[in-house]
């Protein structure tokens, strides 16, 4: 428990809700607050070149997992947003006259590899006449003496940017040979020929960023050569893969960039999870909480398996009141209620318990479970809010005015209303800030971050609207005009006050027994 003592607090009881906050030497104890039951952790063996996530849905925990998880052993980190930027530069002056993405695509290779040939370097991983080719290839480019990452790629692009100041008509083309791709590629044959020979695996890992600033053309332009390229790699019998993270609030963007999406997405994973798959997560973090600070009480349960369903749900139960009565005086499951004020992400999830269960009590003698309804409504109360506008902020590259368009809109309609109720409330209210006449593009913006979904047929009753939410669906949602639309708690609790009040919705995938709605296709 001391791996894990310094992450899981009276003021975190379940942990980081962020990876980048667990050092990244600290191993064991990444490893140990990573839950591996689940698809997605499974689906991590059929190497993905793209991670493609929302905010909040684990993709630098993915990206991570190469730390401990033994499937490759070894890795550069590459942090995207300076070697895009210095990228960017260099494409903006290279295809100033005519762009093909085969050319940035072939320069984004040669640059990453000249990472795996650093890493190489540094670790010692080739005999002594290979690493003399790759030496010589590495001073023929003047990166000669650095083993920093970071350092190496600023030397490098700036090297590229020097030139193409020196003769501005150089072209991607003439780059390329001054990278010497002869040169390159027997470099590249020899790091790969010893790969094989020691049985080694590399990974390049390239995070996501919040803003790829994807109007800017030569963004766009550098991105559209590195999907070609990541699309192109982790083939069968590649030693060389990549891991590079994508939001998913703008991969309808990165589609529209890319040359080819059926290519250089066809190894993308997307990061979706079910309400079983975040109650793993919950009771692995809780198990660790109990065992530190509760641990008579703990006790009580063995053997206990967290990785067992029915375990990790008893768990919850010794600590939770087994039903809750909300604000709207409807009897609710306890863990139904609190999943259905997330979008069935990790983060959303551990926020809400971390507040939930927060200085739970005063001495470790004291037994402060199960934790008080009131507790419960307060703790999702004090955090809803935090939740929402990170939902924003992920939004306002494509939805600048999405927050301040749902807190004219959404206090006029109900849990439940129709197309007719949307059409008019868009007209008197949600036209003046939304920035745009069109009803189908405010339409879409609230069915892409989540705010509204569409009544499932038949599935309500009186005790609850079910709703179908853009974030469990493969595609785009899309509507007619008899639809039925609803507004998802996260949102309602927001901005919709006591005279708003009605039956509860329930997202479709918040409730364990839902179906799992990665299986189906909406």
């Not at 020196?166 to 010893?194: C, E, H, Q, T, W």
């Not at 069935?344 to 926020?351: N, S």
Request: net charge neutral.
């Amino acid at each position: 428990m001391d791996t894990v003592r310094p992450y899981i607090t009276k003021d975190e009881p379940f942990g980081p809700i962020d990876s980048t906050d667990i050092d990244s030497n600290d191993i064991d104890a990444l490893r140990l607050l990573f839950e591996q039951q689940n698809r997605i952790y499974k689906n991590l063996r059929n190497r993905p070149s793209i991670i493609i996530g929302r905010r909040g849905s684990g993709k630098t925990y993915y990206l991570r997992s190469v730390f401990f998880d033994k499937a490759y052993k070894h890795y550069t980190e590459i942090r995207t947003a300076r070697v895009l930027g210095h990228m960017a530069k260099v494409v903006q002056k290279a295809t100033k006259d005519a762009f093909f993405p085969e050319m940035v695509s072939e320069l984004w290779e040669m640059i990453l590899w000249v990472g795996v040939f650093a890493e190489v370097r540094k670790h010692s991983l080739l005999s002594s006449d290979d690493l003399y080719v790759v030496n010589a290839y590495l001073e023929k480019l003047d990166v000669r003496g650095t083993d920093d990452i970071d350092g190496l790629f600023i030397d490098l692009t700036n090297m590229l940017d020097n030139a193409m100041d020196k003769n501005p008509s150089r072209g991607a083309a003439d780059i390329l040979r001054g990278l010497d791709r002869f040169s390159f590629d027997y470099a590249k044959s020899i790091v790969l020929s010893s790969f094989e020979r020691s049985n080694t695996s590399f990974v390049i890992l390239m995070d996501s960023l919040d803003d790829f600033q994807l109007d800017i053309d030569s963004v766009a332009h550098s991105l559209q050569g590195l999907l070609k390229l990541v699309g192109s790699m982790n083939k069968p019998r590649d030693l060389v893969d990549i891991r590079f993270c994508l939001p998913a609030e703008v991969y309808h963007r990165f589609t529209r960039i890319s040359s080819n999406p059926n290519k250089d997405f066809r190894r993308a994973l997307r990061l979706q999870w079910t309400a079983s798959e975040l109650i793993f997560i919950g009771a692995r973090r809780l198990g660790f909480y109990l065992d530190l600070y509760y641990p008579d009480l703990l006790r009580a349960l063995y053997p206990l398996n967290v990785s067992n369903r029915a375990d990790a749900l008893r768990l919850f139960q010794l600590v939770l009141p087994e039903k809750i009565e909300n604000q709207g005086g409807f009897q609710e499951d306890t863990m139904s209620y609190i999943l259905r004020h997330t979008q069935l992400l990790p983060r959303h999830f551990l926020m809400l318990l971390n507040s939930i269960f927060r200085k739970t009590g005063l001495t470790q003698s004291l037994n402060p479970f199960p934790i008080p309804k009131e507790r419960i409504i307060n703790g999702i109360r004090q955090v809803e809010e935090l939740i929402v506008k990170e939902v924003f902020v992920a939004f306002k590259l494509i939805y600048p005015t999405a927050e301040e368009t749902c807190r004219r809109c959404l206090p006029e309609l109900g849990h439940k209303f129709t197309m007719g109720d949307l059409h008019r409330v868009f007209t008197r209210h949600g036209k003046a800030v939304f920035g745009s006449d069109s009803l189908f593009d405010f339409q879409r913006m609230l069915l892409e971050i989540g705010a509204v979904g569409r009544v499932i047929p038949g599935k309500d009753s009186d005790l609850y609207i079910k709703g179908n939410f853009e974030y469990t669906v493969q595609h785009q949602l899309s509507l007619s005009q008899d639809d039925e639309l609803c507004i998802h708690p996260l949102f309602s609790g927001i901005y919709q006050g006591d005279g708003k009040l009605g039956r509860p919705v329930y997202p479709y995938g918040s409730v364990l027994e839902d179906a799992d709605y990665r299986d189906t296709d909406d």
